[in-house]
């Protein structure tokens, strides 16, 4: 009798102690939720989202077969301004040519320009006779400022999603990063299956929250966004993605408030569709794969990372030769 009163009271306490956990989670989990965003279901009114709809904006310069008739492993899309033409010859003759780095991996890529704020014809000009030459301009004439970003990211999502949904993954990359494309190649080849489909990876931000110091760059006023706390996001400088995810985060797009920070603005979609980002990293020893810190060029430093931020035209020429050669000595 007695063992069976122990028994009992013993699954009570357990039983009891199950209890108060899961309410103590539930309990944190809705004080946590209250910091994002909800899942809204109604969307944007329309003079809200007619600031980021692709139906805003027209393409002066446009390459819509890139994947007609191919299905490229990746493609790399880079937002980049009109005027930094050396930005895009030194990704020609580096990380983003032509003539395939990895054998018998199809490699595509693909430049996105906005408008500067005055009319420029001439600009335009040497543009449409740079995309004549390269096949991999697109121009928009969405105004191109730090401001519109997040247009700018949201036109890319969209053209992906239009006219390369054919692709395995794209990869969003900044002018000034340094791409180890066979790293990045083999590392997305050993993700199997589980990265074909709601997969983002790059390097996650955790912690973000929104700056309410009127004189930050990043400045983000409570009428524009009043929550306290930020999704997980990857860093902008540089981010992989399954190609379903380009028109998902477009249809997203219809449901959460546009705000100027293009990365955080796609972490607010992946909030949204329930997408968890993925940070690449080793442990042993730890490293971010996708270092957004400026490291100084060591070859075996470099071959160990997937992309490198921080370099001009110049640099990013000279480093890419030595690395071809040094890398396999690592």
Same mark, same amino acid.
């Given at each position: 009798m007695l063992k069976y009163l122990r028994s009992k009271l013993f699954r009570c306490v357990v039983l009891s102690l199950a209890a108060l956990v899961s309410v103590s989670v539930n309990l944190l989990w809705k004080d946590g939720s209250s910091e994002l965003p909800s899942r809204r279901l109604e969307p944007l009114e329309d003079e &809200?989202?007619? *600031? $980021?709809?692709?139906?805003?904006?027209? !393409?002066?310069i446009n390459h819509p077969r890139l994947c007609e008739g191919r299905r490229p492993f990746l493609v790399f899309m880079i937002p980049v301004r009109g005027e930094d033409r050396q930005a895009r010859?030194? $990704?020609?003759?580096?990380?983003?040519?032509?003539?395939? $780095?990895?054998?018998?991996?199809?490699?595509?890529?693909? +430049?996105?320009?906005?408008?500067?704020? #005055?009319?420029?014809?001439?600009?335009?000009?040497?543009?449409?006779? #740079?995309?004549?030459?390269?096949?991999? @301009?697109v121009y928009v004439d969405f105004i191109d400022t730090y401001q519109n970003l997040t247009v700018k990211t949201m036109m890319i999502m969209n053209w992906l999603a239009t006219y390369c949904p054919s692709a395995r993954y794209a990869?969003?990359?900044?002018?000034?990063? +340094?791409?180890?494309?066979?790293?990045?190649?083999?590392?997305? &080849?050993?993700?199997? #299956?589980?990265?074909?489909?709601? +997969? @983002?990876?790059?390097?996650?931000?955790?912690?973000?929250?929104?700056?309410?110091?009127?004189?930050? %760059?990043? !400045?983000?006023?409570? #009428?524009?966004?009043?929550?306290?706390?930020f999704p997980p996001y990857v860093s902008g400088a540089g981010y992989v993605f399954? @190609?379903?995810?380009?028109? %998902? *985060?477009?249809?997203?797009?219809?449901y959460v408030r546009p705000?100027?920070?293009?990365?955080? !603005?796609?972490g607010l979609c992946l909030h949204f569709l329930d997408v968890q980002p993925v940070f690449s990293r080793t442990f042993?020893?730890?490293?971010n794969l996708f270092e957004i810190r400026h490291l100084e060029y060591d070859a075996c430093t470099y071959a160990q990372r997937i992309i490198v931020t921080g370099f001009t035209p110049s640099q990013l020429l000279n480093i890419w030769t030595d690395f071809q050669k040094d890398r396999l000595a690592c």
């Open positions: &809200q989202y007619k *600031i $980021i709809s692709p139906a805003t904006y027209k !393409y002066h010859d030194a $990704i020609r003759k580096t990380w983003g040519q032509d003539n395939p $780095i990895v054998p018998d991996v199809d490699v595509a890529r693909m +430049f996105f320009i906005g408008q500067t704020g #005055e009319s420029n014809p001439r600009l335009e000009e040497h543009l449409r006779k #740079e995309s004549e030459v390269h096949q991999d @301009i990869m969003k990359v900044d002018a000034d990063i +340094f791409v180890n494309v066979p790293y990045l190649v083999r590392y997305l &080849q050993n993700q199997g #299956e589980s990265s074909q489909k709601d +997969f @983002i990876t790059g390097s996650v931000i955790n912690d973000g929250c929104p700056r309410r110091n009127q004189r930050s %760059k990043w !400045y983000l006023s409570k #009428e524009a966004y009043p929550e306290s706390r399954s @190609i379903d995810l380009a028109k %998902k *985060i477009s249809w997203a797009s219809r705000i100027p920070m293009e990365d955080v !603005y796609v042993l020893p730890y490293r």
